[in-house]
């Protein structure tokens, strides 16, 4: 059996940053996201009952190295006495540079293993597996803005608004090509065991996702981006506060921060948020989105700029 899905990316406005259960992989915070359009991840999943061992290409390379992790998500979502399978996955953007190319992955991959083992699971029941491999990924599940809420021992992700109702748009300003030197879940747990500023962080995530939601709720830009960049600037202060530091910014990550407050200044609506990775992710109201993107393409260091609107969720594209 075989099926083939597609997810985009989500980036976080209000952040997750720490696990709560390691072995859940569960979330230590909420966290309210945004998905994106255009950039997306295609997975596809056969299965084989006389093959011996799973096998992972990645935009047409084999990777060993992410095969473990792939293979325990099939593990979870199809049963450990499952057949093996032959899992494709092609991404059009960076991978591993902190566009969150795992979300998108693990996102398409719940949904392409579901269908290739014939179980038809509820958007809810995907998410959570989807979760299970990567925090982050049980977000794009869902298309426009989206929350992920802590339960007792699980996660509830669901859709506060959709893309159409508030379309917002997002320009990447890539700063830095190859993957990071720290991958997300290892920096989490350094930040965890060391930074002073942690559990405070968890402590004040709440209020964050209060304001965020309610912004969201009234579309209120000014208050979204204040809580965007705040959530931002606090995670970043978490990690640079660890040891050893956890910093993924670059000189040209800083001077397109500069450039986004020179937008705001002349009355701009726009603002920044970044991730485990160098890269800026500019969020504007679609009016503006040409003149956010020409500024960040000319700011120094800068190698290229996508510019994105939101998108929907992750969905099946075939299967037979
Ligand atoms: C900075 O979802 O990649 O992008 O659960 O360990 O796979 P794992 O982590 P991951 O972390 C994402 C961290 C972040 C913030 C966010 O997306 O909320």
Redesign the pocket.
Known sequence: MQATAIAQP???LV???G?RDLKK?L?AVG?I?VTLSDLETEMSVSLHAQQRHDSLSINGDNSDAMLPRVSKALDAIIGKKRPRATVASRSNFPIAA?L?S??SAFAALAVAAANASGQSLSVEALSRHAGH?????ARSLFGGFVELKNSADSINVSQLCAAEEWPLRVVVAITELGPKAV???EA?EISRKTSPFYDDWVARQEDDLDVARCAIESRDFDSLAAVSEHSCLK?HSVMWASRPPLVYWNASTMRCMQTVRALQDKGIKVFFTI??GPQLKAVCESDHVDIVQEALHATDGVIDVICTSLGGGARQVASS
């Not at 491999?133 to 990924?137: F, Q």
Request: aromatic share 8%.
């Open positions: 989500n980036i976080a952040k997750y940053w696990k992989n979330p966290s996201s902190g969150a795992s979300a491999a990567s925090g982050s990924a991958g997300s879940s989490m995670m991730d485990a």
